[in-house]
């Protein structure tokens, strides 16, 4: 793929992945044909701070856990009620890393 289409998909979504893997992601996107391209710029990412903002308001009833995905988690949050709230502080601290690499790891389910 072209590097300034590249540099330009990286500018735009640099805060919806882990800043450690920033260079797995550039290496992969100029593996890609144009077609694939096409496909990983259609992917809907979480937002961060959007996920955070919705652990912190109404994480308790596991809400951002079945946004990422984690439908077990969210289960598991909802009959617990955020597991008497430390379930929930603990969240509030680590859903923006877990946003972040579930972003990545469906960026590279459709790299690859």
């Keep these: 793929m072209e590097q300034e289409k590249v540099d330009m998909f990286i500018a735009l979504n640099a805060k919806n992945f882990p800043s450690s893997k920033m260079g797995v992601i550039r290496d992969q996107l100029l593996k890609l044909d144009s077609g694939k391209f096409n496909l990983v710029q259609s992917i809907d990412f979480k937002n961060p701070q959007t996920l955070l903002i919705i652990s912190i308001l109404i994480g308790g009833l596991g809400i951002d856990r079945f946004?990422?995905?984690?439908?077990?988690?969210?289960?598991?949050?909802?009959?617990?009620?955020?597991?008497?709230?430390i379930w929930s502080i603990i969240d509030w601290f680590n859903i923006q890393k877990m946003a972040k690499e579930a972003n990545f790891k469906m960026l590279m389910e459709v790299a690859y």
Excluded: D, S
């Design 67 to 85: 946004m990422l995905g984690q439908t077990g988690a969210g289960i598991g949050k909802l009959l617990t009620c955020g597991g008497l709230g």
